[in-house]
Structure formats: structure tokens, C-alpha cells
């Protein structure tokens, strides 16, 4: 203890300073924060060697979507996955979808970026994972969806001014060839059946395309099994543990 001299003169004791205490009203503030944003109190954030990607929403692209829309940014999700290939402590991706499509050109980058990666990845289409979506999914190494969940094929469409002159269909065409190439080379569909699916008229209201559902989707060859969070977690550990076996042999 110091000992200082108060106003009286007399000696008093006096507390060493030391860091400063927690402030609690930015505690409580951001418990606050917490439960407004997450509906719960703590966010648990227990070490793990997996990475999980959330594709919610629509997916966003060149283009700023309205306030009020749940967006994917693909400029927030490229990062995050550069970032999960460079760190060594993260064996694996778990991809889970749960989107409306979006933006053509923003989706083949995020899939392709997840094609493109050496670490084990495995996707999980919950609710649903629309349009851009399917490629997105079908871009892991292993795919799941749940029993309940749908997925839409249609056609490549534009929104806003389009100029009606044949390059704009052919420019449509080269854009709906990338898809189906992506699609059926990363997945058990074959282009016959992908086209079918997405040319099929009378399904969907004042459109062409399908929905197909859980098990329809992996009875096409566009998923390779009907199953939840579980089954996928089990699968990607799997994954993992053989990766390791490999790189083991390779090194010995």
C-alpha cells in the first residue's frame, strides 16, 4: 500500500492503481448486442478444426441488394475461404445452405472457389438452396440435404434493361452452359437429365424449371445422400481422417 497525506494531514492508506475494472455497461451492452442479433446470451466458441460457411439468403454480387434482403456477400465469403486453405489449424469446411440463388457470376466464384480448395468440404442444402445456389452445393467433395429440403433448376434470367438483339441470347446461352458444366461435372447428374430438369414446363408458376425435393434430388444424382447435421459432421471427420492417412503415406 502507498501512503499519502489527506486533507486533514493526517496518514491514509491509499489502493495501488491497477488496470481497470471491466466497464459493465459495455458488457451489458454487448450481451445486449448478443441477444439481438443471435437471440442468446453467449455466443460458445469452442476450438474446432472445422470451419463453417454459412450461404443464407440471396446471394449478392456487383450489385448492392436492398437493406431489408438477407444477403451472402461473395467479397465477405472469398476471404473467409482463402482464409480456411492458409490455416493449418482448420482440417475441414462445412458448407450449409439455405438460399434463394442470386447473382449468376458471384455464385460460380464461390463454387469455384470451393471446388478449387485441397482441404476435405462437405454441404448440407437445409431449406433450401435455389437457382445459384445448386452449384454452390454440389462444389463440395461430399453433399447432403435434408429430408424436407428443395432445390430449383431453371434458367439463367436477367433483370432490368436487356437489348434485344442476338448477341444477348448468346451471351444467355454461353452463361446457362457454364452452369450445366460446373453442375454435372461436380455432381452424378448427367447433362440430359440437368437440362430436363430446368427446361420442364408447368411446375413452377409463370416459369420453366423443377423443384425437387430431399430425395428426388439425390435420385437425380445432384446430391449424394438425404441426411442432417449429423451425418455431414460424421462424413467430413471421415474425410479428414483419410486426408491425414494419405499425407502420412506420402511423407513416409
Known sequence: MNVTANAYGANEEQPIPGPNPPDDGKVQ??????VVQLGQTAVPTPESNVFCLTIIGQIEGHLMLPPQNKTTKYEHVIPQLVAVEQNPKIEGLLIVLNTVGGDV?????????????SKPKVAIVLGGG???GV??????????IAETATMTIHPIRLNGLIIGVPQTFEYLDKMQERVTRFVTGHSKVDEHTFKELMFKTGELTR???TTVIGQDAVKHGLIDEVGGLGRALSHLN???????????GVYQ
Do not use: N
Not at 107 to 117: C, D, F, K, P, T
Not at 135 to 144: G, K, L, M, N, R
Open 135 to 144: 452449384p454452390i452445393a454440389v462444389s463440395a467433395d461430399y453433399t447432403f
Open 207 to 209: 416459369d420453366i424449371g
Open 130 to 132: 435455389h437457382s445459384i
Open 29 to 34: 451492452s454487448a450481451a445486449v448486442e448478443s
Open 238 to 248: 471421415r474425410l479428414i481422417a483419410e486426408r491425414k492417412l494419405g499425407q502420412r
Open 105 to 117: 457470376e458471384a455464385g460460380l466464384a464461390i463454387a469455384e472457389m470451393i471446388a478449387s480448395m
